[in-house]
């Protein structure tokens, strides 16, 4: 039975529709949002930090520039050995820092909670063993918490290698999410706070971090592997406190170190970010942050599955003139299926074809956000860096058909 091709035709325009408003309305808010200045706190807090830092095989050289750059902070730093011991102790310790050893590698997590216990301090920052710190994050970072604040992010850029194919994309990935935290940032409000680099209210997520939902996340009665800022953030905006991005502290994490860990971390951080989605929408959190966090979340976790349902659309379109037309009127078919409009659907020719033009000059603006700060090399950046859009579509589709399988790290 050949499906009425005038229903096609009303559905793709609607769906079609919808995607191209909802975008503009994403992307221009974006651009607007993300562009107003961070609201100064007048407090100028200057409590007391702890840093963590826990550290499972790391890059020894790596891990070297991450102490280095902690030392500078001059205040107190706690290195946890996640199943390692020399050479990082030996570096820890010759910094000032505290090491603890724990003797099997339990995961991230585990380690955490060892480390926060150790914590006595008002804030703690929680840093990865492979990310180099400006001097005075710490305090800059502090300087950001005022009474309603839970926890600051700092803004994440790759440190560049030799491999432009993993670098350019791992980038180009970090530009994107830091977009959108930006503009969600104003309203107080953000999808995650960076793993690499965030400091918390110590007395706001210890009892969490300690806890089995942290430990062991649970996902439909089985134990997921979860981002660890994924679930921090969401406990610190479900407890009403503010989450932010600090535009003016930026830190440089080591990327992937290849194209195939590239595309299993997008894998894992898209399973971990629709768990955090469907949780979000079971359980109300996601509709109690504020319409702009909402609307992101729906948005962002929404448009890989209705661009793959406009895509098969567009099939089914080309199917029906394929079969009413003949396939030897050839030439034509593809052109017919973006022009040949019903009758029905002519007085919204003009509008759909308006919002479609709004639409493009939204992804225009967005490639202005996103090679705004690039000074050199901007055409190979957005040659290399676009590969990971078409990964980002794929790896959330398969995520979604895959969110039981989130029991591994996959990057380990």
């Known amino acids: 039975m050949i499906i009425p091709e005038h229903f096609l035709y009303v559905l793709y325009i609607v769906l079609s529709t919808t995607v191209s408003v909802c975008s503009s309305v994403y992307i221009f808010s974006i651009f607007y949002f993300g562009r107003k200045k961070e609201r100064d706190n007048h407090s100028k ?27 500078k902070q001059s205040t107190p730093f706690i290195v946890i050995g996640n ?135 649970r996902f439909l009665g089985k134990k997921m592997v979860i981002g660890d800022d994924i679930l921090l953030t969401k406990h610190i905006n479900g407890r009403g406190y503010r989450t932010i991005l600090a535009q003016d502290v930026i830190a440089r994490t080591k990327g992937q170190g290849s194209f195939k860990k590239l595309v299993k971390q997008s894998i894992r951080w898209s399973r971990s970010g629709y768990i955090n989605f469907i949780k979000g929408i079971r359980d109300w959190s996601l509709f109690k942050n504020g319409f702009f966090y909402s609307f992101s979340m729906v948005y962002v976790y929404t448009l890989p599955v209705l661009t793959l349902f406009l895509m098969v659309l567009r099939g089914g379109l080309l199917f029906n003139i394929i079969v009413r037309r003949g396939i030897l009127n050839g030439g034509r078919l593809f052109i017919l299926s973006f022009t040949h409009i019903p009758r029905i659907l002519n007085s919204v020719i003009f509008p759909y074809a308006g919002i479609k033009i709004i639409s493009i000059l939204s992804v225009i603006t967005m490639i202005y956000l996103i090679i705004e700060k690039t000074e050199k090399n901007r055409v190979r950046f957005l040659s290399y860096g676009s590969v990971i859009l078409l990964v980002m579509f794929l790896t959330a589709i398969y995520a979604v058909m895959s969110l039981n399988n989130h029991d591994k790290w996959l990057t380990r």
């Open 45 to 71: 807090n200057t409590g007391n930090i702890t840093i963590l830092i826990p550290v499972y095989n790391e890059d020894v050289g790596l891990f070297n520039r991450c102490i280095s750059s902690v030392k």
């Open 83 to 217: 199943g390692c011991n020399l050479p990082y102790r030996k570096i820890a310790e010759g910094n000032g820092g505290r090491f603890i050893y724990l003797r099997n590698n339990a995961g991230k997590k585990w380690a955490l909670a060892e480390g926060i216990k150790r914590v006595n301090s008002e804030y703690v920052m929680l840093l990865d063993s492979d990310t180099v710190i400006p001097k005075n994050a710490a305090r800059r970072l502090i300087q950001k918490f005022d009474t309603d604040t839970g926890g600051v992010g700092a803004e994440i850029k790759i440190i560049k290698d030799s491999n432009k194919f993993v670098y350019y994309p791992s980038e180009m990935l970090q530009r994107l999410r830091q977009l959108s935290f930006k503009a969600m940032s104003h309203f107080g409000r953000v999808l995650v706070l960076n793993g690499q680099c965030a400091v918390y209210r110590t007395g706001l997520i210890r009892d969490f971090i300690l806890s089995r939902e942290f430990l062991e996340p």
